[in-house]
């Protein structure tokens, strides 16, 4: 059976952007809609142009920027607004009017003050004026999860009438259940005479967190394009995620629906915005959090260790993840041991095995997670260090306001002294790219983690960095209370097993 296509509408820079202290500039912008251009959304709702002049200024540059995606301005019912947006669209390739005004009792009584009968008329009037503009003209009932279906499936089919190519059925205030929403689809789509003439759109935010199930009921009952936001950020809790929806639809292939979204770019995306947004992703955020992909009970990491199948449902290279990620902790066995271990470099037979497992559990039960560094120890790290190919002789660096920060190292690799001297975006960037210019190796930080130890301004630092390199991941440990050289020294801990 042939697939129906989900249009994946991504509303990360209007929707997404309102929450607080995650403002981005133009120039962000355009990074993070190029990014959604090659990660393959079909629509790009790129801002509400009205709302100020770096508004408009960014849907114009986007629109001069990218060339797949619908490009994508929000207005209210008001002429001004869209005779705006129409002027912030006119470079786009592919340009779309996204107008509407509330349809539940709270909004057309209390937000409004109007009728239902005036409602109509102004959104009839809003699409048709959009129309004179552009030809792809999506409408928005806000509010549609608490409107009344039969009054609802009316406004549908009136703006229907009047132009509209997408109708956005948004659950604004995230209040409705998976199977109320499900049932207001499908409602529309039995009601509305000529819901065939246009697409279903939903919009579902998470306050009750349950924005993904109430978009994948929407989908079941005849919706073909959801409005996501990388990472699910958005107003108060946030919207539907894009990756979530994505890959539940690349899982479930038994619902036959299936999306433009190129998998593999999605934890890079990811990341894009999170950093640009300064807004960090919860740990335990599905497909994209730092432990979507991560084992610390030791059933499951002998289960992983033996196939990945049998406790994870997606590959994490689907998406972008080189790898799962096995944790130590006090709840972990033999196996993940054994497995961390060898990653560093160490074989233990059996016997030495148990040994080092007796050790490791009394230090798990008084830490939270045991890192690299504690196994160096625990397997004889000083052995390791005197093997080791690389040793920091000196590091000295040149930074501050207004001066472009260099870095000089100076390391020993097979007792031979090699130096360098690099610049870079900080103290700690120029010394790494110093250490790069030396060995003359490919590699890639995946994370640099910087943890204080005690409080103070002579606090001791712990640098922990993952490098990758081939496709494989090096970890990297140092502890200083100079935070640049502990850097250093975590980045050389880590190149040492490469080189």
């Given at each position: 059976?042939?697939?129906?296509?989900?249009?994946?509408?991504?509303?990360?820079?209007?929707?997404?952007?309102?929450?607080?202290?995650?403002?981005?500039?133009?120039?962000?912008?355009?990074?993070?809609?190029?990014?959604?251009?090659?990660?393959?959304?079909?629509v790009?709702?790129?801002?509400?142009?009205?709302?100020?002049p770096?508004?408009?200024?960014?849907?114009?540059?986007?629109?001069?920027?990218?060339?797949?995606?619908?490009?994508?301005?929000?207005?209210?019912?008001?002429?001004?607004?869209?005779?705006?947006?129409?002027?912030?669209?006119?470079?786009?390739?592919?340009?779309?009017?996204?107008t509407?005004?509330?349809?539940?009792?709270?909004?057309?009584y209390h937000k409004?003050n109007?009728?239902?009968?005036?409602?109509?008329?102004r959104?009839?009037?809003?699409?048709?004026?959009?129309?004179?503009?552009?030809?792809?003209?999506?409408?928005?009932?806000e509010?549609?999860?608490?409107?009344?279906?039969?009054?609802?499936?009316?406004?549908?089919?009136?703006?229907i009438?009047?132009?509209?190519?997408?109708?956005?059925?948004p659950?604004?205030?995230?209040?409705t259940?998976?199977?109320?929403?499900g049932?207001?689809?499908?409602?529309?789509?039995?009601?509305?005479?000529?819901?065939?003439?246009?697409?279903?759109?939903?919009?579902?935010?998470?306050?009750?967190g349950?924005?993904?199930?109430?978009?994948?009921?929407?989908?079941?009952?005849?919706?073909?394009?959801?409005?996501v936001?990388?990472?699910g950020?958005?107003?108060?809790a946030?919207?539907?995620?894009?990756?979530?929806?994505?890959m539940?639809?690349?899982?479930?292939?038994?619902l036959n629906?299936?999306?433009n979204?190129?998998?593999?770019?999605?934890?890079?995306?990811?990341?894009?915005?999170?950093?640009?947004?300064r807004?960090?992703?919860?740990?335990?955020?599905?497909?994209?959090g730092?432990?979507?992909?991560?084992?610390?009970?030791?059933?499951?990491?002998?289960?992983?260790?033996?196939?990945?199948?049998?406790?994870?449902?997606?590959?994490p290279k689907?998406?972008?993840?080189?790898?799962?990620?096995?944790?130590?902790?006090a709840?972990?066995?033999?196996?993940?041991?054994?497995?961390?271990?060898?990653?560093?470099?160490?074989?233990?037979?059996?016997?030495?095995?148990?040994?080092?497992?007796?050790?490791?559990?009394?230090?798990?039960?008084?830490?939270?997670?045991?890192?690299?560094?504690?196994?160096?120890?625990?397997?004889?790290?000083?052995?390791?260090?005197?093997?080791?190919?690389?040793?920091?002789?000196?590091?000295?660096?040149l930074?501050?306001?207004?001066?472009?920060?260099?870095?000089?190292?100076?390391?020993?690799?097979?007792?031979?002294?090699?130096?360098?001297?690099?610049?870079?975006n900080?103290?700690?960037?120029?010394?790494?790219n110093?250490?790069?210019?030396?060995l003359?190796?490919?590699?890639?930080?995946?994370?640099?983690?910087?943890?204080?130890?005690?409080?103070?301004?002579?606090?001791?630092?712990?640098?922990?960095?993952?490098?990758e390199?081939?496709?494989?991941?090096?970890?990297?440990?140092?502890?200083?209370?100079?935070?640049?050289?502990?850097?250093?020294?975590?980045?050389?801990?880590?190149?040492?097993?490469?080189?």
């Amino acid at each position: 059976m042939a697939k129906d296509r989900v249009y994946i509408f991504d509303t990360t820079l209007r929707d997404g952007e309102q929450v607080p202290g995650c403002q981005l500039n133009t120039i962000e912008k355009i990074e993070v809609a190029k990014a959604l251009e090659q990660l393959g959304v079909d629509v790009i709702e790129a801002g509400f142009p009205i709302s100020s002049p770096g508004d408009f200024n960014s849907l114009v540059e986007i629109s001069k920027a990218v060339t797949e995606p619908v490009i994508c301005a929000l207005t209210r019912a008001v002429k001004k607004d869209i005779e705006v947006a129409a002027e912030s669209l006119k470079f786009a390739k592919r340009p779309r009017i996204h107008t509407g005004i509330g349809t539940s009792y709270y909004h057309i009584y209390h937000k409004l003050n109007s009728n239902p009968e005036e409602i109509i008329t102004r959104g009839v009037e809003a699409v048709k004026y959009a129309k004179s503009f552009v030809e792809d003209v999506e409408f928005y009932a806000e509010d549609a999860g608490r409107s009344d279906n039969k009054y609802l499936a009316r406004v549908i089919e009136a703006m229907i009438d009047a132009g509209a190519t997408v109708v956005n059925i948004p659950d604004t205030t995230g209040y409705t259940l998976p199977d109320e929403y499900g049932k207001k689809i499908k409602y529309l789509v039995d009601h509305v005479s000529n819901i065939d003439k246009a697409v279903i759109s939903t919009h579902c935010h998470n306050d009750l967190g349950m924005a993904t199930a109430n978009t994948m009921s929407g989908l079941i009952n005849g919706a073909r394009q959801v409005e996501v936001t990388m990472n699910g950020i958005g107003e108060r809790a946030g919207n539907t995620s894009l990756e979530e929806i994505a890959m539940i639809l690349k899982s479930r292939k038994h619902l036959n629906l299936e999306t433009n979204i190129n998998a593999r770019k999605i934890y890079q995306t990811s990341r894009l915005v999170s950093t640009l947004m300064r807004m960090p992703v919860q740990a335990n955020k599905a497909i994209v959090g730092r432990n979507a992909f991560a084992h610390s009970s030791g059933i499951h990491q002998d289960g992983v260790l033996k196939r990945r199948e049998n406790y994870e449902i997606i590959n994490p290279k689907t998406v972008g993840i080189n790898e799962s990620s096995i944790l130590l902790t006090a709840r972990s066995g033999r196996a993940a041991l054994k497995h961390r271990l060898e990653k560093l470099g160490y074989t233990f037979s059996k016997k030495g095995l148990d040994a080092i497992y007796e050790e490791f559990v009394i230090l798990a039960d008084s830490k939270k997670e045991i890192v690299d560094e504690d196994l160096k120890i625990l397997a004889g790290a000083s052995s390791r260090d005197i093997k080791r190919k690389l040793h920091l002789n000196k590091l000295q660096v040149l930074c501050g306001k207004g001066t472009t920060p260099v870095a000089t190292v100076t390391l020993t690799w097979d007792n031979v002294c090699h130096s360098a001297t690099a610049q870079g975006n900080g103290p700690v960037d120029a010394s790494i790219n110093a250490v790069k210019d030396i060995l003359k190796t490919k590699v890639r930080i995946e994370e640099f983690l910087i943890q204080a130890i005690t409080r103070g301004s002579d606090d001791m630092g712990k640098v922990h960095m993952q490098v990758e390199h081939k496709n494989v991941i090096y970890y990297g440990f140092s502890a200083s209370t100079d935070i640049i050289t502990a850097s250093v020294e975590a980045f050389i801990d880590a190149m040492s097993q490469i080189v």
